[in-house]
């Protein structure tokens, strides 16, 4: 049972436009999200993250929302470069899971030059 | 630079001959981490340490074990690979308690191939 869910694979995007990457979940208790960046062989990387009280968090060109009555949130990124493209993984905690931390299947991000 | 480190980065084992593969960090971090990475897939905790305090997941085969023998450094060995126990192992660490509590720091993987 996938508590969290990346629903497309991959994702396409040229070049100094938008990235928008989605995640959703299904576990009401979550209240801590963290999205991690991965190039290949390379371990994941801590990009954003943002707690259950707030419905927004931006650092520089990488902002992230949350949606918590749909159980949704997105990273957005603006401008996109091609330095972004990797996989971007989004994780949910809770203190009922003893905040470890439960991963999606990830999201390709190419972004075009 | 402090880091988590991995070896070996690429490990080729034969089916059933005992593998280990280490993590040393320099964080100082409380907790450590063995996620187990498929192709594709979301990375799966296997098991972690609070200190010295081993927490195996429910469905963590037997077949996995670890060990912790100081703050710095965690082990996984596997028993006796099996051709589903290919994949990537990723050693994470955090600071388990404050600000940042459940930001992972993860090391750059071991890949294992059983042949």
């Known amino acids: 049972d996938q508590q969290v869910k990346q629903n497309s694979p991959s994702l396409s995007v040229q070049e100094g436009r938008i990235s928008i990457l989605n995640c959703d979940y299904t576990?009401?208790?979550?209240?801590?999200f963290l999205w991690y960046k991965k190039y290949p062989a390379e371990g994941p990387t801590f990009l954003i993250s943002?707690?259950?009280?707030?419905d927004k968090n931006e650092d520089g060109r990488f902002t992230v929302f949350l949606n918590k009555s749909a159980k949704h949130l997105s990273l957005h990124i603006v401008p996109s470069q091609p330095g972004d493209s990797a996989v971007y993984f989004c994780?949910?905690?809770?203190?009922?899971?003893?905040?470890?931390?439960?991963f999606g299947g990830g999201t390709r991000l190419m972004v075009k030059p | 630079d402090a880091m988590v480190i991995q070896n070996p980065r690429y490990q080729v084992t034969q089916f059933g001959k005992p593998v280990t593969l280490s993590c040393s960090q320099t964080?100082?971090?409380?907790?450590m981490y063995w996620y187990q990475q498929k192709s594709s897939q979301a990375p799966k905790l296997l098991f972690h340490?609070?200190?010295?305090?081993?927490?195996n997941e429910a469905d963590t085969p037997d077949n996995f074990q670890s060990r912790r023998p100081n703050t710095s450094f965690c082990f996984l060995d596997i028993r006796s690979p099996g051709l589903g126990d290919a994949a990537m192992y990723l050693c994470?660490?955090?600071?388990?308690?404050?600000?940042?509590?459940?930001?992972?720091?993860f090391g750059a993987g071991s890949r294992l191939t059983v042949l």
């Open positions: 943002i707690s259950s009280i707030k």
């Open positions: 964080l100082n971090h409380n907790v």
């Open positions: 576990n009401s208790m979550f209240d801590y």
């Open positions: 994780a949910a905690s809770g203190n009922n899971a003893g905040n470890m931390l439960t």
């Open positions: 340490y609070y200190d010295k305090d081993f927490n």
């Open positions: 994470a660490t955090s600071r388990g308690r404050g600000p940042g509590a459940n930001v992972l720091t």
